[in-house]
């Protein structure tokens, strides 16, 4: 390492003596960051992007495969020609675009709950004091650090006895009083993000004749929209994802995507029997395979990618301004 360093300064100096230009070109000046420099992060960018963005082309290309391409070995990446006759009976067997109105709204009405609980609750614990507060938080990080699993059969009896299990009420009213699901993080990101305002400007509403509800709505919510944004995306995301809490509390009245998505084969099978009515033992792309199962998935994601894609410039600014770097 030592003599790369001798090398690298010894080179440097070299051109910076016989070529300056060149020096400026490969090492840069000042603000100006050089050839090398940039390379160097590039190459980096370069393969942590694709460590990331592997598995997405892999099944983006494997969903336009027919069963005889996925059989033949000299096909790898590319199909033979495009098929898309994957997405088509994937998007009957999803039951989309109903579905994706099913999964959204009810994504979007829990994000709704969630952010309203975990924003009143945040700012009551990061602006008053009382008897138990440290109790309150530790509670909350115990729910937090706990498996759900152990919560499940606990919440299964009570929402039976309360007469939520069945309906909307089993998900939106957990969330709505801060027991959705990864409430205590998100609790936490609106006390830290609270902790940090100005007390001076809640003072200064104060004198100025605002109570503790008006400032919250006037002074302390505008201000936290990094953690609002940061809290609607992962909640949304948390719930279109969600399939076992759905499954269980609704009793099978409502059928997501990701919940269509575990039932993929038989749907499939449906689907075909009564559009296709073809033999799979005549014709082999009729058989369920992985290039099926992909096609699914990527149907399954492109809300959510499009959601990001929409609001990734507030999200990246949020997750720097509130120091969130996962879960």
Same mark, same amino acid.
């Given at each position: ?58 099944? &983006? ?18 199909? @033979? ?22 999964? $959204?709204?009810?994504?979007?009405? @829990?994000?709704?709950?969630? $952010? %309203? ?66 409430? $205590? ?33 006037? %002074? ?8 609002? &944004? ?16 759905? @499954? ?51 149907? @399954? ?27």
């Amino acid at each position: 390492m030592d003599r790369l360093k001798q090398h690298y300064s010894e080179t440097k100096d070299f051109l910076g003596k016989k070529k300056p230009g060149m020096k400026k070109f490969l090492f840069g000046m000042k603000n100006n960051d050089g050839f090398i420099y940039k390379l160097c992060v590039y190459f980096i960018l370069i393969v942590f992007s694709f460590v990331f963005l592997y598995p997405l082309i892999y099944m &983006i290309s494997i969903s336009l495969m027919s069963n005889i391409d996925l059989v033949d070995n000299t096909v790898q990446w590319i199909p @033979s020609k495009l098929y898309t006759f994957n997405y088509k009976m994937t998007w009957k067997a999803l039951n989309l675009p109903n579905s994706y109105f099913t999964t $959204a709204l009810l994504a979007g009405l @829990s994000m709704l709950c969630v $952010a %309203i609980s975990s924003g009143v609750i945040g700012y009551g614990l990061a602006r008053f004091d009382f008897r138990g507060k440290k109790l309150v938080l530790v509670l909350m990080l115990f729910t937090f650090i706990v498996p759900k699993t152990l919560f499940f059969i606990p919440r299964f009896q009570i929402y039976s006895a309360l007469g939520l299990k069945g309906n909307l009420g089993a998900i939106l009213i957990p969330a709505l009083t801060g027991q959705g699901e990864q409430a $205590a993080l998100f609790i936490l990101i609106f006390y830290q993000f609270f902790k940090m305002i100005p007390k001076s400007l809640e003072e200064a509403a104060f004198i100025d004749g605002a109570g503790p509800f008006k400032t919250f709505i006037k %002074i302390a919510v505008p201000m936290a929209g990094p953690a609002l &944004i940061i809290v609607c995306v992962y909640s949304f995301s948390l719930y279109w994802n969600e399939t076992f809490s759905t @499954s269980l509390y609704l009793d099978g009245k409502l059928k997501t995507v990701p919940m269509l998505l575990g039932n993929l084969q038989n749907n499939f099978g449906q689907v075909i029997s009564q559009s296709v009515k073809g033999d799979a033992s005549v014709n082999p792309n009729l058989n369920f395979t992985e290039a099926k199962i992909f096609a699914g998935t990527i149907l @399954s994601i492109i809300p959510l990618a499009a959601l990001y894609l929409f609001i990734q410039r507030w999200f990246v600014e949020s997750i720097d301004k509130t120091g969130i770097t996962g879960e």
